[in-house]
């Protein structure tokens, strides 16, 4: 790997190279479940309903069995590796997907989040945004957590509220 990242005229390309090299086996399989996941929301947003789309992201394995390593460094790694997994999608994953993929995954692993939504006026335009919490901490928004955006009520309280219709 080291010689194909030298052979490359781009240095970019030679650093995206370093990068991937640098991966675990564990971190590429996470990469590659975390691509198939995305797609999978993806698809499923176009066919179903959200609710039953946000239920299935929602399941959470019971009995967690972390790897090696701090529980925190592992939800952060992985967290971070759907974003990888985005950004080089064959197609644009914006905040909902991503949020709900990342959702489905750490279910998996046994760790509880929170999906949230908010909104925020932009110059007369109202916008939303999707993203993840754990223990009350934004996973997929680096710089600001929920940023300047109002928080709307949770997804569970959202299927309390379809059934009082």
Known sequence: MRLLATALPSDRWSARLRKAAALSTRDWVWLMRAYRTLIFVRVQLQLRSFESVAAWAGKVKANLHPPNGD?????SRWS???D???DHCIVPMRCLARSMART???????VLTELKF???????KITGHAWVEWRSRSLN???NPGGPYEELIPVGD???IAEMR
Do not use: F, P
């Not at 529980?71 to 939800?75: P, R, S």
């Not at 908010?118 to 007369?124: I, L, Q, T, W």
């Open 71 to 75: 529980l925190e460094t592992n939800i």
């Open 80 to 82: 971070w590796l759907v």
């Open 158 to 160: 959202m299927k309390l």
């Open 141 to 143: 928004d680096r710089t």
């Open 118 to 124: 908010g909104v925020r006026n932009e110059g007369g």
């Open 84 to 86: 990888v997994a985005a």
């Open 104 to 110: 489905r995954m750490l279910g998996r692993k046994g």
